[in-house]
């Protein structure tokens, strides 16, 4: 894109964002324009939208301020367009969508909008549309998958292991994640990392904590029942792609961060010449670390797999009572903020590395690395939000 354009369209938006609520009348004005302009769409969209407006905005802000790097948005455009063929996206739908954005915009900054303004915008939603289809249009497998429940664990108080049968069978690579929809919260998508690799019984697995006043991971934790069928759209992400499959490998997963990084060491726990791998698995108290005697028995089989778990506190809480999930393991847990014990752990320059847990984690480790002297490049993570 030239940088006039990118000017345009950058400035008109940032004009948007200092009025206060500007931000929120934008994305309610567009979406108004779209469910008045186009009903059909609504069907599509959760009762309360405020998280949608929020990852709208998320979203274009992200798009806007990396329109002179076209390569780091274009994976994530792609991916967009992929996930997108759940709700059964065609090219009117994008069409609808443009022209509302282009409306919401030229109301919620009526003093920027010029006709140069307004061509701006349309090259660059035609062009992100262009990308999204193409990607969505390449994609081979079903829009989505149905899975039924036949299992569902509730490991600690707030984490669930549910394991899945698909009617289909989806190709995915381990360490990918996949949005999801369960049938009591219809409409409310969520992303979930697949915790094993695929397996010729269409089982997948996931390992879900309850975020505490969110509207679908409680509901999983505490409501799934056998037979609950869930909608599955595309795998996503790219965990899994090491750039370098010899190179020495450091994963680090807090909490449920930990599924994708199993699938992936359980999806070459067999083969022979794996790289060097150092996976540290972090969580608040010992008790957390519910998935260990797993991780252990990839060690026995893996030699080249070394283990390290982490918790913040050395000790379980008062309330909690019976075996911790450390018991037999290879060694105790080291204590600290996981960040803080991997980058002080080793030199880790000359490492690919992966990071899965909270956004506050992902980033607070990222930036641990860094000022250790690890190459950003080196570092890899799913989306955030
Ligand atoms: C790429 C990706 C992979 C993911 N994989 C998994 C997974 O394997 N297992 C899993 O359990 N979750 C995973 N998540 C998180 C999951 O998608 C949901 O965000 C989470 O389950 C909360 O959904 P909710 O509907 O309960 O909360 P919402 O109703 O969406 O949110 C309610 C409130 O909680 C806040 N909130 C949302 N998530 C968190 C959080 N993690 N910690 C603290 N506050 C939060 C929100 O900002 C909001 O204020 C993943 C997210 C991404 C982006």
């Known amino acids: 894109m030239d940088p006039l354009t990118i000017s345009l369209v950058r400035s008109s938006f940032k004009s948007i964002r200092p009025i206060p609520e500007g931000e929120d009348y934008f994305a309610r004005s567009f979406y108004a324009i779209l469910f008045a302009t186009h009903p059909e769409t609504r069907q599509h969209f959760p009762a309360a939208m405020d998280t949608q407006r929020d990852r709208l905005m998320r979203a274009i802000s992200y798009v806007i301020d990396q329109l002179e790097t076209p390569e780091s948005v274009l994976p994530l455009l792609a991916q967009l367009g992929r996930d997108h063929r759940k709700y059964g996206v065609t090219e009117e739908h994008y069409t609808a969508v443009g022209e509302a954005l282009v409306a919401a915009l030229a109301l919620a900054g009526p003093e920027l909008w010029t006709d140069e303004t307004d061509h701006a915008w349309r090259l660059t939603i035609a062009l992100i549309a262009s990308i999204m289809t193409e990607a969505a249009n390449s994609d081979e497998g079903p829009p989505t998958h149905v899975g039924r429940v036949i299992e569902h664990r509730r490991v600690l108080d707030d984490l669930a292991i549910v394991r899945l049968e698909l009617d289909h069978t989806m190709s995915y690579e381990p360490g990918q994640y996949v949005s999801v929809q369960v049938p009591s919260r219809p409409r409310m998508w969520r992303y979930l990392s697949l915790a094993t690799p695929p397996t010729a019984d269409r089982v997948v697995e996931f390992h879900v904590r309850r975020v505490s006043g969110g509207w679908v991971s409680p509901a999983i934790v505490g409501e799934s029942q056998i037979g609950d ?98 018991s037999g393991g290879v060694h105790d847990p080291l204590t600290g903020q996981i960040s803080r014990v991997v980058a002080e752990y080793a030199d880790w320059t000359d490492h690919d590395i992966e990071v899965v847990g909270s956004p506050s984690m992902v980033q607070t480790t990222k930036y641990r690395l860094m000022a250790a002297g690890v190459d950003t490049c080196n570092i890899r993570h799913d989306p955030l939000y």
């Not at 996503?236 to 807090?254: A, D, H």
């Not at 083969?271 to 996976?279: C, I, M, S, V």
């Not at 797999?305 to 000790?315: K, N, P």
């Open 229 to 326: 069928a869930w909608l599955i759209g595309s795998p996503l992400g790219s965990l899994g792609l090491w750039r370098e499959p010899r190179r020495s490998r450091l994963m680090i997963g807090e909490g449920t961060g930990i599924a994708p990084l199993r699938a992936q060491l359980m999806d070459t726990a067999q083969l022979d010449g794996n790289p060097r791998t150092h996976l540290f698995v972090g969580g608040t108290y010992p008790c957390d670390l519910y998935d260990l005697d797993m991780l252990w028995a990839l060690t026995r089989t893996n030699p080249r797999l070394t283990v390290i778990a982490v918790t913040e506190y050395s000790d379980n809480p008062w309330w909690v009572t019976g075996t911790s999930h450390t």
